[in-house]
Structure formats: structure tokens, C-alpha cells
């Protein structure tokens, strides 16, 4: 039998948790609760969910606190936080402190499941570490890239990419010189199959991959943009 999966739902009005419990149930997850942001922490560190649903306007400690906490202890359990469409900002900060995605208010059901599985499926389908197989390592001049132990380093130091941003350079990189979409990117990277929404989470990824890829970011030399086409992998020709 598959293992069922548990999906914490951190969300202080009652009449949201109802709805996003029941469609969760409906699709055969476990799920958790809690209402204000110190006690979604709580059990985000004791159960180790599968996945947290995260509001960011919280009692007691905000979903932005929750979301850089758990980042901050390196714990990668996938965050999808939960907006108010015209928030603009809270988006992009909290994908800039860690969340995979977000999830506007209100949301539809179908949406907000698909956008749920996606993110189990991409965090199942991470690599453990104990399987050797050394064609996982990608070598790169200056960068490396080990599959295995999702690990990339330039220069001999580990650049501590996020997940996400590990899956992404890895899959840039894989693909040298091809040009992606930011589509094409949500698509194979963020896992989200036909997907036809907001793809900024890319340009967020990006921006903060280039931080830490980047000898200086503002003229990325390995990170390359097409303006109008999309992203792509370049080794330095000096390199
Ligand atoms: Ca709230």
C-alpha cells in the first residue's frame, strides 16, 4: 500500500483549514493543523510533514518567521504559502526566504491540489545520499555539480543552493547552451505539468541562484538570460 503523505496546514481562519482539510482528505492525504505560526513550527519539527501549507498574516509568530525558521534548520520539507492575490510583495519575500511556491486566496481546489502533489512528487524524488553512481557528477570548470549528495561547489566550496535552486543549476547545467522558457522551467523543474500561471517564482530562482553562482551577479557569466526567451547554462569561454 502507498505510504500516505501528511500535509500541515498552518492557517488561523477556521473556515480555510475546513476546506483545505476536507479537499486534502478527499485526496488521501494525512493532514495536521495548527492556528497560529509557533505551534505550525512545533510540528513542523516533530511530525516532519510531508508538505506545509502556510499562511503568512499568522498569530504569535508570521508565516514569513515560520518559513525562514525552517529554512534556517535545513530542514527542505516543501512550503507552499498561502496570499492574498493583490500581495504582491508578500509572494516575492516569501519565496525569498524559502518557500517553494505560494497559493493565492481564494484559490480553487484544483489548483491548490495540483500545485500540493507537484511539490510531494519533486521532494520524493530527491536523490539519497547512499546511492553511489559516479556518472551523478557533473564537472563544470569551476563548478561541480554532485547529483548524489546534491551538492554544488565552485572553487571547491559549496555554494548552499536551496533545493529548488539545486535542481535548477542542475538542470541548466545538464543542458548547456539550450535556452529554456520559464514555462518550460515550472514545467520540468518546479514539476507543475501544463502549467499556465505566474512563473516569477523562476525569475526569483534565478536572481537568488545568481547570487550564490555568480562572481558577480549583476553580469552573470554562467546563468545567462535571453531576453524575451529565457534562461540558459554557459561555461566562461575564459574558463
Ligand atoms: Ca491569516
Not at 492557517?11 to 493543523?33: A, C, H, M, P, W
Not at 524559502?98 to 520524493?124: C, H, Q, W
Not at 529565457?230 to 574558463?239: C, M, S, T
Amino acid at each position: 500500500m502507498e505510504k500516505k503523505h501528511t500535509v500541515l496546514i498552518v492557517e488561523d481562519e477556521k473556515s480555510i483549514v475546513d476546506i483545505l482539510r476536507f479537499n486534502l482528505q478527499k485526496e488521501g492525504f494525512d493532514t495536521l493543523e495548527a492556528f497560529d505560526g509557533q505551534t505550525g513550527l512545533d510540528l513542523v519539527m516533530e511530525k516532519a510533514p510531508d508538505l506545509v501549507l502556510l499562511d503568512l498574516m499568522l498569530p504569535v509568530l508570521n508565516g514569513f518567521e515560520v518559513c525562514r525558521t525552517i529554512r534556517d534548520r535545513g530542514i527542505n520539507t516543501p512550503v507552499l504559502i498561502i496570499t492574498a492575490r493583490e500581495a504582491e510583495n508578500d509572494k516575492i519575500m516569501g519565496l525569498e526566504l524559502g518557500a517553494d511556491d505560494y497559493i493565492t486566496k481564494p484559490f480553487s481546489v484544483r489548483e491548490l491540489m495540483a500545485r500540493v502533489k507537484a511539490n510531494v512528487r519533486r521532494a520524493e524524488r530527491m536523490p539519497q545520499p547512499a546511492q553511489e553512481a559516479p556518472s551523478q557528477i557533473l564537472e563544470l570548470g569551476r563548478i561541480r555539480i554532485d547529483r548524489n549528495a546534491s551538492l554544488a561547489t565552485k572553487d571547491g566550496a559549496n555554494l548552499e543552493l536551496t533545493q529548488r535552486e539545486f535542481e535548477l543549476l542542475t538542470y541548466l547545467a545538464s543542458n548547456q547552451g539550450k535556452v529554456f522558457s520559464r514555462q518550460e522551467l515550472m514545467e520540468r523543474v518546479w514539476n507543475y505539468a501544463g502549467y499556465v500561471g505566474d512563473v516569477r517564482g523562476v525569475d526569483v530562482a534565478v536572481r537568488r541562484l545568481r547570487e550564490k553562482v555568480e562572481d558577480n551577479p549583476a553580469t552573470p557569466r554562467y546563468i545567462i538570460t535571453r531576453r524575451g526567451v529565457g534562461y540558459l547554462f554557459e561555461r566562461p569561454e575564459d574558463e
